[in-house]
């Protein structure tokens, strides 16, 4: 699904300035932060072509010198999507990362650009801006739900096909000989470039190593294999299985979260959404357990079973008839369609989101104007858009399909009949929910074939490397079961589960999980098999409140 996260504010950095190389340099960025512009070809496969792409890299250097003998190495991560933002998700955790793992070593916290995405270049972006991108997405939700009908079906089917072609013309990203940067952006290609970034990682220290003599050089680091540290999570997870499997030998750490089955992920992406009505559940369990902590809550219910009938009348009520809402420079109507996708993203971080749609749902009820959702993007203004971090959420979601149709099968010739199928066979399965899952894939039964990939890792994915997966007990978006198949696939591996419901256990920060997560990080030391964490806390619960958004990274 689309990446988002909670907004913080940092200095902006204009990466026109940095000159990409074939190592890396690293000029100060973002305050505490080093950024650098690495230089990697266009076609791993291909020698003879002529063209590059150059990847923008931000690290948080470690508390200690590259040469002193507690620097632990470098960790990289990826935030998922794909769409997302390496460089906005490393401005977002990395210190918490680095502070949850600091004790005997110290840290390095990398992130990269994708090829094709934000600040690495050229970008596989389709429109020209926010602005004309916000629009194609307003004209889609204004249609309805794919569920909502054969006119809003096909209205979106034609909007998909129109956004296919305008990438398929633009020329944003087309080479002078016809190459086009959406034919080399498949998980394939990005492992490729996270092996590159671990030699040139390594090839750097060694350096350093040679030139600063304050502390003794303990191995011949010229001789040995590097070795990727990695925390990847959601869509971050298929690119760690891959690299895994392609790679092995050069697998240190791996730190998994919020699991893809990459069977699934490569197939048509059928089984995420299992978890989904359970979660919806526990809203209505917790909203009564919490009483009057939750808006949604009335003092006559008798058990959760009115929760659950009010948010049923309510949703038989917007589909009688739309309400509408206005502020923040939105005068918008709000139908069942846009509740339910509001319901949708609650469920993957319910500690922070469950009171949030509480509160809207009970505000749209009482005929209280609640302002536009919580969980739309504002209006693309020059204002609004001082923040790098909504330019990608906006226009990450273009890359999506470039990313996931070539790791996916081709579904061009199926045309519009087989999608429905596959929608058929989604929606009978699971509601609602399966429209939106179904709205996620659609691209790739529209996305062009002059656009199809030309390199795609088919597996096995498996070897002899001790992962360590983690996974919420439910999760809308990765259930569990894909943790468990992945960790038994991967020799040595563990599954560590979390107690919890949302998309992601890592964050916000259990002690337990953590405890676990450093022993592994920092020792090697996976938990025994079957092991099971408590969660920071639980939806509505008093010691909730201190949890804010500043504790959430939520991955698509």
């Known amino acids: 699904m689309s990446t988002t996260s909670t907004s913080l504010q940092f200095s902006t950095f204009d990466w026109t300035t940095i000159s990409s190389a074939n190592d890396l340099n690293y000029e100060k960025c973002y305050e505490k932060f080093d950024c650098s512009r690495l230089t990697v070809p266009l076609d791993w496969n291909n020698s003879s072509s002529p063209h590059n792409i150059s990847l923008a890299i931000v690290r948080l250097p470690a508390k200690v010198p590259e040469s002193h003998p507690d620097h632990g190495g470098t960790i990289i991560t990826n935030p998922g999507g794909p769409g997302g933002s390496g460089v906005q998700q490393a401005l977002q955790i990395s210190q918490r990362l680095q502070n949850l793992l600091d004790g005997p070593k110290h840290y390095e916290i990398l992130s990269f650009d994708p090829r094709g995405i934000f600040h690495s270049k050229p970008n596989a972006y389709c429109f020209d801006s926010a602005v004309e991108s916000e629009i194609w997405y307003e004209q889609k939700r204004a249609a309805g739900g794919l569920a909502d009908g054969e006119y809003p079906l096909k209205y979106n089917w034609a909007a998909e096909q129109a956004r296919g072609q305008l990438c398929a013309n633009t020329e944003n990203g087309r080479f002078e000989d016809g190459e086009n940067i959406r034919q080399h952006v498949s998980t394939a290609y990005v492992a490729r470039d996270m092996l590159e970034i671990v030699k040139k990682v390594d090839q750097r220290r060694t350096a350093i190593f040679r030139r600063d003599n304050q502390f003794p050089v303990k191995a011949d680091f010229s001789k040995s294999t ?99 809402v206005t502020g923040k420079g939105r005068a918008t109507p709000i139908t069942l369609d846009d509740v339910r996708h509001g319901f949708f993203i609650a469920t993957y971080q319910p500690l922070f989101f469950f009171k949030k749609i509480a509160k809207y749902l009970n505000d749209l009820m009482t005929d209280v104007n609640p302002g536009p959702p919580f969980w739309q993007l504002p209006i693309p203004t020059q204002e609004s858009f001082n923040d790098e971090l909504l330019i990608n959420r906006y226009m990450g979601g273009e890359v999506g399909p470039a990313v996931h149709c070539s790791d996916g099968p081709y579904l061009y010739d199926e045309q519009l ?60 978006a990765t259930p569990a079961k894909n943790a468990k198949k992945m960790a038994a696939s991967f020799n040595g591996s563990v599954f560590l589960e979390q107690n919890s419901a949302g998309h992601g256990a890592l964050w916000p920060a259990s002690e337990c999980m953590w405890q676990h997560v450093k022993k592994y990080m920092v020792e090697g030391k996976l938990p025994p098999p079957g092991t099971v964490c408590e969660p920071l806390c639980r939806p509505f619960e008093d010691k909730c409140e201190d949890i804010d958004a500043e504790n959430y990274w939520l991955f698509g």
């Not at 948010?311 to 917007?318: G, H, I």
């Open 417 to 476: 009949e087989g999608f429905k199928t596959y929608l058929t066979n989604l929606t009978e399965r699971f509601g609602w929910g399966g429209a939106i899952q179904a709205d996620y894939k659609i691209s790739c039964w529209t996305w062009p074939a002059s656009l199809r990939t030309k390199w795609r890792y088919d597996g096995p994915f498996n070897s002899s490397v001790p992962i360590l997966f983690v996974n919420n007990r439910l999760d809308p």
């Open 226 to 324: 590097p070795k990727l540290q990695y925390v990847g999570t959601s869509y971050g997870t298929f690119l760690g299985q891959t690299f895994a499997a392609m790679y092995p030998e050069h697998v240190g750490r791996m730190l998994l979260d919020a699991n893809l089955d990459p069977d699934n992920w490569q197939n048509r992406y059928e089984a995420s959404i299992d978890d989904h009505a359970q979660i919806r559940e526990i809203f209505f369990e917790t909203c009564f357990a919490a009483g009057s902590k939750c808006a949604f809550y009335r003092e006559y219910d008798k058990s959760s079973d009115d929760i659950r009938a009010r948010w049923e009348s309510s949703s038989e009520a917007l589909q009688r008839a739309p309400t509408y």
